[in-house]
């Protein structure tokens, strides 16, 4: 069983960053595959980023590739979504989410609370 808490969201103007944070706990963080989800009113859940048990394998949206960054850190049980660039586009609440499956595009296990993104123009 894994629980996921984020935070980091907030109101940001277009071009600036954010940087969001996940924490979780269980004892097996570091075997899990872990994404960033974000969600919009009126849109599908899309996966904007993913990173494997070891950090060394990540995938990206083609909206937030070259803007985003996902990382890890199995020693503290944090994943993290560096977001630069922003625009408006991205507004949306983001949600951490963890698969026990090595596919970085399977089925999510785990979901935190999410986190609201909101980018001004």
């Known amino acids: 069983q894994v629980q996921l808490v984020e935070s980091g969201g907030g109101l940001v103007q277009a071009v600036g960053s954010l940087r969001l944070s996940c924490v979780a706990s269980g004892r097996t963080f570091s075997t899990y595959t872990m994404a960033w989800f974000r969600q919009a009113p009126g849109k599908e859940r899309e996966n904007v980023a993913a990173?494997?048990?070891?950090?060394?394998?990540?995938y990206y949206a083609d909206s937030v590739k070259g803007r985003f960054t996902i990382s890890r850190d199995n020693a503290e049980k944090m994943v993290y979504l560096q977001m630069n660039s922003l625009k408006p586009e991205d507004t949306a609440v983001y949600y951490c989410a963890a698969s026990g499956s090595r596919r970085l595009g399977g089925a999510y296990d785990y979901w935190g609370q999410g986190t609201q993104v909101t980018v001004s123009s």
């Open positions: 990173v494997s048990a070891t950090g060394g394998t990540t």
